[in-house]
């Protein structure tokens, strides 16, 4: 799960996001029917799943880091696994796809910023009051004015444009990241990833970011001091802008004399009203230095045949990113993020299919790709390199499947399919939960569908969805505990408890769910409702 993916699940996990659940439970006999499983029948208890994120996860991995050596164990040991269930290599080499990236780490120690009122100057400790983000190129010294644009958004969808009539070449934009009223599900995905494009064509010489308050800010800081990556592709190679995240406990030094508080625009943003854009009196000069690395890493790439003459050559595919954050700043003494649940735990899954698929002799009659992600969290890099270079024929790829953190913390009762109403794969998904007399759960925001692999196939117009367990009622708090102790921290570990039982039923769903798109008469398609269907209505 990549950092814009542990926001969306802080926010679907409390208060800030106000989604609505609707759970709809049914009987399963029809599934049954079709593929010829008993719905007391469960494969899997859980123990090898366990066993494999017990390796994945263990110190000796390192964490996983993007093109790092921990990675590479990692992924031999995923190989061995794959050669084990008799899967077909299906990457460039061998089971690999090679993929090279473009790695920029901030020099913290030859950074700095200041903020200028009235010609006096006041100083932010980088680490402290602020941070830099490597995500773009960095400009290496920023003189500008400051202007508070709202939220930063243009949504023409909703006739939202937090820059009209605002002259903001050569200032530094000051924005509140999160997303007006009615602006939800897809729309807030697209309209998010055009701010993270940073509409260069205002001439805007950077951005900061106020992050609300919260307990979340020592977190961010030691995710920023990890290495930001890209595919050589999107490499900025010069950009002239500054990216900052600004504390919040010092944002209202910005605000004074301006007839309005950071407290006051903060509370507006956590109800998501109307934003106001103004010129704030102060500036900011900064100081930045990055360090630009080639890093060479690599997808993991396997196949199990389907046994259809014809419907061999489509492929669904299966999914998972091996990554990690690797080593990183110390917590309680620990500095390697292990990263069992985000996301040892979704590769686990995939390689006790693989292995189930050998025992049971199974064969679907579509093809069935196995392939295992680098640079996830990094900004879905292995996924985009992927859907832009498949190892197969593009057309042939029917849909994705994707898993990224099994959160086996509790019974299993309910079920979240991530991007249900787009298409008829998120149909085929609520069949297989329910043939498990677990809930459905309805997340009609859709906001968590951009925040992993899945999305590098629907923005190539391939058919995606995710399964999140799902903690209703009560049970949240479970949930709410661990993003807070555990996610995106070293604490992500072996050694929390997990409930087998759970895991057990999680893959015994997707079990069913690639058996049903595997063995279905007709291949996945967009709803009509879709925004997916209207954005790529030439398919």
């Not at 930063?152 to 006739?159: A, W």
């Not at 897809?186 to 205002?202: C, K, T």
């Not at 000069?285 to 046994?307: D, F, P, Y």
Request: charged content about 25%.
């Amino acid at each position: 799960m990549n950092a814009r993916g542990v926001n969306m699940l802080v926010f679907r996990s409390g208060n800030f996001w106000r989604r609505s659940l609707k759970a709809r439970t049914a009987c399963c006999r029809l599934l049954m029917l079709t593929i010829g499983l008993s719905a007391q029948q469960q494969r899997f208890d859980g123990r090898p799943w366990r066993h494999h994120i017990e390796v994945l996860a263990d110190d000796s991995m390192e964490g996983r880091g993007t093109g790092k050596p921990g990675l590479q164990r990692a992924e031999a040991y995923v190989v061995d696994e794959l050669q084990k269930a008799n899967l077909i290599p299906a990457g460039v080499d061998g089971y690999y796809q090679p993929v090279t990236l473009v790695s920029r780490e901030i020099v913290e120690k030859d950074c700095d910023a200041v903020l200028i009122r009235a010609g006096k100057s006041e100083l932010l400790t980088i680490g402290t009051d602020a941070y830099f983000s490597a995500l773009h190129d960095l400009a290496p010294t920023v003189d500008a004015p400051l202007v508070f644009v709202g939220y930063g958004l243009r949504v023409p969808e909703k006739n939202i444009d937090d820059f009209a009539g605002i002259n903001l070449r050569g200032k530094v934009a000051v924005a509140i990241p999160a997303v007006p009223e009615g602006v939800d599900g897809p729309i807030a995905v697209l309209a998010n990833s055009r701010r993270q494009q940073q509409y260069p064509e205002m001439g805007l010489a950077g951005w900061i970011w106020l992050q609300p308050p919260g307990p979340g800010w020592s977190a961010s800081v030691a995710a920023s001091r990890f290495p930001a990556m890209d595919l050589p592709s999107e490499d900025a190679g010069g950009s002239r802008q500054i990216r900052m995240t600004l504390n919040s406990a010092r944002a209202e030094a910005l605000f004074e004399g301006t007839g309005h508080t950071a407290a006051e625009l903060f509370a507006m943003g956590n109800e998501h009203k109307p934003l106001p854009h103004f010129d704030l009196p102060v500036s900011i000069r900064a100081r930045t230095h990055t360090i630009k690395t080639a890093v060479q890493s690599a997808n993991v790439i396997a196949k199990l045949e389907g046994s259809d003459p014809k419907l061999k050559n489509e492929y669904l595919v299966l999914s998972a990113h091996i990554d990690h954050l690797g080593v990183g700043d110390a917590v309680n003494g620990d500095r390697i993020y292990n990263g069992a649940i985000d996301n040892a735990s979704g590769v686990a899954a995939l390689i006790d299919l693989a292995d189930q698929f050998k025992r049971e002799g199974v064969r679907p009659k579509r093809s069935i790709l196995f392939v295992f992600f680098t640079g996830e969290e990094k900004g879905l890099l292995g996924s985009k390199y992927f859907t832009r270079h498949p190892t197969v024929d593009a057309r042939s790829i029917i849909a994705d499947v994707n898993v990224d953190g099994i959160h086996a913390l509790a019974p299993l009762t309910s079920v979240l399919v991530l991007g249900q109403d787009d298409s008829t794969l998120g149909d085929a998904a609520a069949r297989a939960i329910t043939s498990q007399r677990v809930a459905v759960a309805s997340d009609p925001n859709n906001r968590g569908i951009c925040c992993s692999d899945q999305y590098s196939f629907i923005e190539r117009d391939i058919p995606a969805v995710k399964l999140d367990i799902d903690f209703p009622g009560e049970s949240n708090k479970v949930m709410l505990d661990w993003v807070r102790e555990r996610v995106h921290k070293p604490a992500d570990d072996a050694h929390q408890t997990l409930d087998l039982q759970a895991a057990g039923k999680y893959e015994e769903i997707l079990w069913r769910l690639v058996l049903d798109v595997g063995n279905a008469v007709h291949r996945p398609e967009w709803k009509p409702t879709s925004i997916y269907h209207r954005r790529y209505s030439t398919r």
